[in-house]
């Protein structure tokens, strides 16, 4: 049953990487270049689909932007993708996100989603960590549309802010996940 389980969840990743739309075939090793005009071109998007995410952008300290994460599971899933710190117009590092799920599950999907760090704070806990597990350190709370309707810059209270954003593909089911994003090298 584990080999046949084994199998089938190699089978969905495969296809996440070369049926997805927009992941070009790889959703690893990209160029510093890539990364930096991928991250920008997918904050574009998400200003266009989500105006208050610009609105952010103004008075965040940095944007946690990874502009193409792949997603696929059966039973046991993850995801990874790369992407940009961004502090003003700057991009000042590369980052990696990775998660694991584990529960029922099945499919895959690519996405992009960033993370307003609208205090000092929240900055340099992602800059000063060996690698950041989100729901832990600076609150973060994931925007969906009824918070967007409801969300002012004068009203903000949290450390950071998340998006998701330009979903592809099918995942379905209901699983426990667990996301780190580490520094990387480019």
């Given at each position: 049953?584990?080999?046949?389980?084994?199998?089938?969840?190699?089978l969905?990743l495969?296809?996440?990487f070369?049926?997805?739309?927009?992941?070009n075939?790889?959703?690893?090793a990209?160029?510093?270049?890539?990364?930096?005009r991928?991250s920008r071109?997918?904050?574009?998007?998400?200003?266009?689909?989500?105006?208050?995410?610009e609105?952010?952008?103004?008075?965040?300290?940095?944007?946690?932007?990874?502009?193409?994460?792949?997603?696929?599971g059966?039973?046991?899933?993850?995801?990874?993708?790369?992407?940009?710190?961004?502090?003003?117009?700057?991009?000042?590092?590369?980052?990696?996100?990775?998660s694991?799920?584990?529960?029922?599950?099945?499919?895959?999907?690519?996405?992009?989603?960033?993370?307003?760090?609208?205090?000092?704070?929240?900055?340099?806990?992602?800059?000063?960590?060996?690698?950041?597990?989100?729901?832990?350190?600076?609150?973060?709370v994931?925007?969906?549309?009824g918070?967007?309707k409801?969300?002012?810059?004068?009203?903000?209270?949290?450390?950071?802010?998340?998006?998701?954003?330009?979903?592809?593909?099918?995942?379905?089911?209901?699983?426990?996940?667990?996301?780190?994003?580490?520094?990387?090298?480019?």
């Amino acid at each position: 049953m584990y080999s046949l389980q084994r199998n089938v969840f190699a089978l969905i990743l495969a296809a996440a990487f070369f049926v997805l739309p927009g992941t070009n075939g790889l959703a690893v090793a990209a160029t510093a270049e890539d990364l930096d005009r991928d991250s920008r071109q997918a904050l574009q998007t998400l200003y266009r689909t989500e105006p208050i995410a610009e609105s952010l952008s103004r008075t965040a300290k940095g944007v946690l932007v990874f502009p193409n994460m792949v997603k696929a599971g059966l039973v046991f899933g993850g995801s990874y993708g790369e992407g940009v710190l961004i502090k003003g117009a700057t991009t000042v590092d590369y980052y990696n996100s990775v998660s694991g799920s584990w529960g029922l599950q099945i499919g895959a999907q690519s996405y992009g989603y960033a993370v307003f760090l609208m205090t000092d704070e929240a900055v340099r806990y992602v800059e000063d960590t060996q690698g950041w597990e989100l729901g832990v350190g600076p609150t973060v709370v994931v925007v969906d549309e009824g918070i967007a309707k409801n969300l002012s810059t004068s009203s903000l209270q949290h450390d950071a802010y998340a998006f998701i954003f330009s979903q592809q593909g099918l995942m379905a089911g209901l699983s426990i996940e667990g996301t780190k994003i580490s520094r990387i090298n480019r």
